[in-house]
């Protein structure tokens, strides 16, 4: 997996059909999603409950190409294995999850995955600063973690800028997640930003049976990034 700093859209299997997921992972590719992110809730560390590696497993054979899996849980040691031996491609902790983030960066390396970093909207970039020789990408909560279709916290977007600046030319993502849509996703792609996630902006208007507005929603969304000047 060659890094580049291209924008890619990552549709949120949270606001898909959960009935049709394996469907929907492939409806999504097909109608130009770059990546498939999956949000997995523990019910503890966020006030909601998804899905764990056995849904991971089961989509993995319906996804052509990435798999990025954002663990919003606590503990997220003890299923680090469990999550690279479902096909994750990437695997995102909260750096808010735990006592020692770099162990656990350590571990999903360890476990022959690509590490992200997660960061709330109530914690500053320097949370990460130490760790960005050992990620391959830092996601920025642009909502509170939790729940789709939550507005845009336009605070972030200093916080990109920040990022950005202190990657450097580390091969290192910066991914956005929650309230990315054609407005708020030229803000934050001029920031700094390569990985756009977004659920409703996505799936909004469209079904397995109908996968064309994925597509038209998806392409809105890039060439917002595209053709915008902010």
Request: charged letters at 20%; proline letters at 6%; aromatic letters at 6%.
């Amino acid at each position: 997996m060659s890094f580049d700093r291209s924008l890619k859209i990552a549709p949120s299997i949270l606001s898909a059909d959960f009935a049709n997921f394996g469907a929907e992972c492939e409806a999504i590719e097909a109608e130009g999603a770059d990546w498939v992110h999956v949000d997995v809730m523990d019910g503890h560390f966020v006030p909601n409950i998804t899905f764990g590696p056995a849904t991971c497993a089961a989509i993995r054979p319906h996804i052509k190409g990435i798999m990025d899996v954002h663990l919003m849980i606590a503990p997220v040691d003890p299923y680090i294995e469990a999550f690279a031996e479902a096909g994750s491609d990437f695997i995102t902790a909260h750096v808010e999850a735990g006592p020692h983030i770099h162990r656990t960066l350590q571990a999903i390396r360890a476990a022959g995955v690509k590490a992200g970093v997660a960061l709330n909207p109530g914690t500053p970039a320097s949370a990460v600063e130490y760790l960005l020789d050992m990620v391959d990408m830092v996601c920025v909560m642009t909502v509170n973690p939790g729940f789709g279709g939550q507005k845009f916290i336009h605070s972030q977007i200093d916080k990109v800028r920040q990022l950005r600046a202190m990657i450097g030319d580390r091969p290192v993502h910066i991914e956005i997640d929650g309230g990315v849509d054609p407005t708020t996703a030229p803000l934050v792609a001029k920031a700094g930003a390569d990985v756009l996630v977004a659920g409703s902006a996505v799936f909004r208007g469209g079904s397995v049976t109908n996968t064309a507005p994925y597509g038209a929603n998806i392409k809105a969304i890039r060439d917002a990034v595209l053709t915008t000047t902010v």
